[in-house]
């Protein structure tokens, strides 16, 4: 299962009102555990950067003034994403700024469907308490130390391990699991099962021992009550 922790920063709240994205951080995570591959973009948004939103990344317009504008990193973004889930803390917020960016230059639309909001789950999980990034970083021991301003790798890297900790931690069935290759080749998971002995273990009951309990059963009479039945086969 391939899922994309995907982050975005950008020049306001609303792509409507003419804001614009101006980075891309993402993480691969292949059954909930990291690749080790990442996508990262800063995006020339071809408009002045308000103070407020400078004050939040840091990225200014004299930084972001060599950067590649959307349309030309359009396309390798969705062909990092593919068909994978994508996992985004407030979803709703990045994903109606990357469908307004993907349909001003004509490239396919993020299905809904697709994005797990990590901020739901949160607060899903732990009602009534902060559910922002900084906040479950503190609950979950994660150090976030580093993250002095926003940034979408950064974020992204950081909310990876916020949600293996949401669903359960890195290995939800305690690694008891096996890989065994098929005919193809592929690799297959089953879990892990105790086999039968092939040889099986010699009684420790000693002969006399046992004939005193065959004794001690033949003088309850009808008072065995496992007597009453047949064992099934």
């Known amino acids: 299962m391939r899922e994309i922790v995907l982050d975005t920063e950008t020049t306001?709240?609303?792509?409507?009102?003419?804001?614009?994205?101006?980075?891309?951080?993402?993480?691969?995570?292949?059954n909930h555990m990291p690749t080790g591959n990442t996508y990262h973009q800063y995006i020339n948004p071809e408009r002045a950067m308000p103070q407020e939103a400078f004050e939040v990344h840091g990225l200014g317009d004299e930084f972001l003034a060599d950067k590649p504008v959307f349309a030309k990193i359009g396309q390798a973004f969705l062909d990092f994403v593919g068909d994978a889930k994508l996992v985004i803390h407030n979803a709703a917020f990045d994903m109606k700024f990357l469908n307004a960016e993907l349909g001003w230059i004509n490239l396919p639309s993020l299905p809904w469907e697709r994005a797990i909001d990590t901020l739901a789950i949160a607060r899903q999980k732990f009602p009534g308490s902060p559910a922002s990034l900084d906040a479950?970083?503190?609950?979950?021991?994660?150090?976030?130390?580093?993250?002095?301003?926003?940034?979408?790798?950064?974020?992204?890297?950081?909310?990876?391990?916020?949600?293996?900790e949401l669903i359960g931690g890195r290995q939800p069935d305690f690694g008891l699991s096996v890989s065994r290759s098929t005919g193809t080749g592929s690799a297959a998971s089953e879990a892990w099962r105790p086999k039968p002995r092939p040889t099986a273990l010699k009684p420790r009951l000693t002969e006399e021992e046992a004939t005193a309990h065959a004794s001690f059963v033949e003088g309850l009479g009808d008072g065995a009550v496992w007597k009453r039945f047949t064992p099934s086969r």
């Open 12 to 30: 306001g709240f609303d792509p409507e009102t003419g804001d614009r994205i101006v980075e891309i951080g993402a993480v691969e995570l292949y």
């Open 136 to 164: 479950l970083c503190r609950r979950f021991g994660i150090d976030n130390s580093s993250r002095t301003l926003h940034g979408a790798l950064l974020d992204s890297e950081i909310l990876a391990e916020v949600y293996l």
